[in-house]
Structure formats: C-alpha cells, structure tokens
C-alpha cells in the first residue's frame, strides 16, 4: 500500500507535467489547427535557454525568468510568423510535416551547439524526504505537483474569467463568428501561441531535474503530449489536463506492476484502445468537420 | 509522359546501370541504399502523396520485413519464397492497423503510426528470443538466384536496381488501372470522389496498405544489403526520413520518391565538410522548401519549365496537366 501511493504521488507529478505540455497542444490546435509535431522539442529546448543563462553568470530564478521569456519569444512568437503563418494555407499535412522538420532542426542544433550529453538541471526545492504513514514522498514531487497545479489554475482564470480568455474561446469555436463580433482574433491566435511557449518552458523547469537536460528529451515528451491530448478529448483544455495525469499515473503503475521493459507500451495501447473505441476522447466532443 | 520526360528517365536508366562500374564499394552501398529506400519512399508516396494521410510507419513496415527475411534466411528458407512473405506480412499488418486508425480519418493515422513505430521497436528490443535484442542480427547471407550469386556488391546493386524496376513498374501500371485512377482522385478532390460513389475509405485502406507491403520488400532487401540489422536502425528516425524523402522529392508525384531518396542518402555524404551539421540543414531545407514550394524538388523543377516556356511562346503545356497523371 505504501509503494503504491509512493507510485501515485510520483506518477500525479510526472502526470502534472504532461498536462503542461498536453493543454499547449491543444490550445494550438483548438485556435489555428495546428499539430506541432515539434512539441516535445519544444519542451527540451528552454532548459538550454536556462542552462546557457546560467552559465553567463545569471542565478537559477533570473536564467528561469530569462528561458521563459526567450521560449514565448522564439517559440512562441517566432514560431508563428516563421513556420506556421506562411504554412496554414497550403492545410494542414503540410505544416505537420514541417513541424516535423522543426523538430528535427531543433534537437540536432541543441546536439551542435551546446551539447551531445545529459546535462545535470537544478532542482527547484533540495531533494528531501517526506514520511507520510509508510510512503515516503520525494519534496521535488509535491514542488511540481504545486507548480503544475497554479499553473494551470492561472491558464484556467485566464481563458474562462477574463475578456481576452472569453475571446479566445470564442476565436477557437467560431473563428468567423468572432471576427464578425469584433474580435481581433489574429491576435488571439498568436496569444494561445504566447501562452504555449510559457506551458512548455514551465514544463521545461519542472521535468530538467527528473531527466537531466538533454537533447533527446523530446522524443518521450512529445509522444507523452500527443499521448495525453488524445485520450483526454483533442479539442478540450480540460481533456488534457486529465488525460496528462491519467497518462503519468498510468505509466508509474504498469512500470512497477506489469512490466519495466515495456513501460513506453503501455500508454501507446491505450492511445490506440481510445482511437478505436472513443475517437473524440474520454471526455473530449465529437468534432464537427467542415467541408 | 512527354518526350522531355522519356529522354530524362531513359538517360537516368543508363546512368543508374553504367555508374557501379566507377564507384568504390562505399559509393556501391550508398546507391544500393538508393534502391531500396526508394521502394519504402515510393510505397510511402501511394499513403502521403495519393490518399493524403500521414504515417510515421513506414520505418518500422521496413524493418518488420528485413527482420522477417533475416530470420526466414536463417531458417534456410529460399530468398524468392522470404521475398514475398516479407512483403505480404507487412500488407497484412498494414490493412490491420489502418483499418481502425483510417476510421476516423484526418490526423489519427499519424498518431496511431507514431504509437505502432515506438511498439514495433520495443518488441524488436525486449523480445531477444526472437530478434536477440539490442545485439541485433548480423551476418545476413545474400541470396543466389538461377545459379547467379549476388554476395558481390555490384552484383547485390543489380538485383535491387532490378527490382526497383519490376515494383515501380507495377506500381506504374497499377496507378493507370482503375484503382489508380481512384486513388488520384483521392488526393485531387476526396468529396466529390465520395459523391461519385467511391468507398473512399476502402481506397484509403488499399493505398496503405499497398503502401506497407512495398515497406516490406524493401526492408526484405535491406537487411541482405547491410547484413546486420539491430532495432535502433527502424525506430522512429527511419520513418521520419522516409516521410521527408516523400516530401522532398515531392508528393504525389511519380518520381519523386526516386528524386526525394537520392537527395537523401547522398546529401550527408555532399556535406561532409559540414560535418555533423548536415542534419540541421536538411530540415532547414525541407521547411524552407515545404513553405515555398510544398510539391517538392519535382514540382520546383516542373515550375522552372513551365516559366522557361511561357516565356518562348504557347506550346507549353497547359498547367496541372502533368500532375494528373501519375
């Protein structure tokens, strides 16, 4: 009993974090239909943001200030206007594809122009114990738990209690409705992309420790966003974030329970159980396709 | 075809018989890996380029067929029967994982091919009662056929230029035939296919199918090309070059797997001096191509003709008409 909620607590923790990655994917998707194939990529690259930083003399909080604000500037901002923007109207295959190579030219520059090597990533709290009855509970993964949990509280805020949060919703629902109704919705776009950049920086900060920064990192990463995305409900926010935590639980429990080897299998069976049984996800709506 | 283009495939032909006589061994390798990424980009192409879904299997279509043939060889099958089992196998795997993923059509086969390449490789790495793990499968012998011998790399060249010219040629005739026929109005307009009555769904399933079968010949002639194989050479990188081979050489386009492998494999060996920078500028080139000409190398090189002969007078041709054959 004790192991197992050792498991669930790190499992809720990894969870948390693929949530992260999962609601920015989405939320690129809900607004500009677009796939990013990159976005593991994505998650790897703002912890060499940080890493570089801090190796120009910058403490750990400015270096993270500093990789979150470099990651919405080129990952977000940069990213919208270079790849996706001359890309969206030739549809939507061809800018899968080029996320695709995004993600390609991303992990090999890391590999180029910092390093090949798993790079040792500070942790944000020291690494302690915690007994809890019989379990003993790592203090990293509460720490991420807690981030995680005010991150995605403040995204939660932002798109449901305030104007730009409504307009954004309204932009990903009807895009020609809203612009009908006065809203910049080009703009709305381009912040869902702003806010990616700070979920995957954030999620950057929070996973780095775990794994060690490395240039691979996105590979697992990525898969675990799509993973989650689509067993939570593709086109819901809420979806992901539940679909992001089922996912790490799910991957702690069958790692210890059934079998290590297999561990990557077991989320990729449940993808593939979803798609043929619930395509539009556990909790996600039937999408309406337009001709 | 017009008669620019018979000449220009007639002398590539030729080149591509009489080149093996000037190369060293490596150059042999290298333009005997031509042949046969060739055959998986071209299978690829009937899923990416005709029926318009994405699939990131490809990689692993080849690796189930040069597993199957190194361990059929192994068992003292002959290589003609391990040929077409390889090939056969990977369609009916592929009719298997397409017909849920197809059900729901736009981007789920991506996702369900992503999921099934990272599977594929874990049986590959944790079964080593079969595949023997990570320490992979070395000393694969080269078929003998009618008494030919083809341990020699020329020769091993000659046998996988053969039967790149036997599959493309099917797969030539095959795009002329009715079905053909239906999968090009697959890519060129899927709603009024449907409405004409097309079980576009059917056609969908058949392109990848098809397309998975060709990943097993091809992988059925790597693994006698490289001799040993290890799970790591079909995880997801393989499929996500085979993919961008496709794209580069230009979708949908008969030659251009041909143009999109050849691009591939020589390109790392071009940029030498870059050295380990070839990569990244690869994928440069692929969005950079992707944003201004999204119908590849062929379809650059088609526009640069088109513009050459507008300029001299009207006996060009008329525009799309090329692209609507295969």
Redesign the interface.
């Known amino acids: 009993m004790a192991s197992f909620i050792q498991l669930l607590v790190s499992g809720l923790a990894t969870g948390a974090i693929y949530a992260l990655i999962a609601v920015g994917f989405t939320l690129l998707w809900q607004t500009s239909q677009t796939?990013n194939f990159a976005q593991g990529e994505f998650v790897m690259l703002p912890a060499f943001f940080i890493l570089s930083a801090m190796n120009w003399g910058a403490p750990f909080w400015l270096a993270a200030l500093i990789g979150i604000a470099l990651s919405v500037a080129i990952l977000g901002l940069l990213f919208k206007i270079i790849?996706v923007d001359?890309?969206l109207r030739?549809g939507?295959?061809?800018l899968?594809?080029?996320t695709?190579?995004?993600s390609?030219?991303l992990k090999?520059?890391v590999?180029?122009f910092y390093s090949s090597q798993a790079q040792p990533f500070p942790a944000l709290v020291p690494s302690t114990d915690i007994h809890i009855f019989d379990a003993v509970i790592s203090t990293q993964s509460l720490a991420v738990l807690a981030v995680a949990i005010v991150t995605v509280v403040a995204l939660q805020v932002l798109l449901n209690k305030t104007r730009v949060g409504r307009c954004m919703q309204a932009t990903a629902q009807n895009p020609t409705l809203a612009r009908i109704l006065g809203i910049p919705t080009r703009r709305m776009v381009l912040y869902t992309f702003l806010i990616n950049g700070v979920l995957v920086a954030v999620a950057s900060i929070l996973v780095s420790p775990i794994y060690l920064a490395k240039f691979t990192n996105g590979?697992t990463l990525g898969?675990a966003a799509?993973?989650a995305a689509?067993i939570g409900g593709y086109n819901q926010v809420r979806g992901a974030i539940l679909g992001g935590v089922i996912l790490g639980i799910l991957d702690n429990l069958s790692a210890a329970y059934v079998s290590s080897?297999?561990r990557?299998?077991f989320p990729?069976?449940v993808?593939?159980a979803v798609?043929?049984l619930r395509?539009q996800g556990l909790f996600g709506r039937i999408e309406e396709r337009t001709? | 075809m017009n008669r620019l283009g018979i000449i220009v495939v007639g002398a590539a032909v030729i080149f591509a018989i009489v080149v093996p006589f000037f190369l060293k061994p490596f150059g042999i390798y290298l333009i005997s890996m031509w042949a046969v990424l060739t055959i998986a980009a071209m299978g690829l192409n009937l899923t990416l380029g005709y029926a318009?879904q994405?699939s990131l299997a490809q990689g692993a279509f080849v690796g189930i067929g040069a597993y199957t043939t190194a361990l059929l060889i192994q068992a003292g099958w002959p290589y003609p029967i391990v040929f077409i089992s390889a090939g056969l196998l990977c369609f009916a795997i592929g009719w298997g994982l397409g017909y849920?993923?197809l059900?729901?059509q736009?981007?789920?086969l991506?996702?369900?091919t992503?999921?099934?390449t990272?599977?594929v490789f874990?049986v590959l790495r944790?079964e080593e009662w079969l595949t023997r793990g990570i320490y992979g499968i070395s000393g694969i012998a080269r078929p003998t056929l009618l008494g030919w011998s083809t341990a020699n790399a020329r020769d091993f060249y000659f046998f996988c230029l053969g039967a790149l010219t036997v599959i493309a040629a099917a797969t030539w005739w095959m795009l002329r035939s009715p079905w053909g026929r239906a999968f090009i109005a697959l890519r060129e307009n899927p709603?009024r296919a449907l409405s004409l009555g097309l079980d576009t769904r059917r056609y969908t399933l058949m392109a990848f199918a098809i397309g998975s079968g060709l990943a097993g010949l091809s992988g059925a002639l790597y693994a006698p090309l490289v001799q040993f194989i290890e799970p790591n050479s079909f995880a997801?990188g393989l499929s996500?070059n085979l993919?961008?081979m496709v794209?580069v050489g230009g979708g949908g386009c008969f030659f251009g797997p041909f143009v999109g492998a050849l691009v591939a494999v020589l390109l790392p060996e071009w940029m030498r001096i870059t050295q380990?920078?070839y990569?990244?500028v690869?994928?440069?080139i692929?969005?950079l191509l992707?944003?201004?000409c999204?119908s590849g190398l062929l379809g650059l090189i088609e526009r640069v003709i088109k513009a050459t002969r507008g300029r001299r007078g009207p006996d060009g041709i008329a525009p799309n008409a090329e692209r609507a054959n295969p």
């Open positions: 796939i790849i001359p890309m030739h939507v295959l061809p899968v594809i080029s695709i190579a995004l390609l030219f090999e520059s590999k180029d590979e898969m799509f993973v689509i080897q297999y990557g299998a990729l069976l993808l593939i798609i043929l395509p001709v | 318009g994405i849920p993923a059900r729901v736009h981007h789920y991506a996702f369900v992503l999921a099934f990272t599977l874990l944790n709603i997801l996500f993919l961008l794209i380990s920078y990569l990244m690869y994928a440069a692929v969005m992707l944003a201004f999204p």
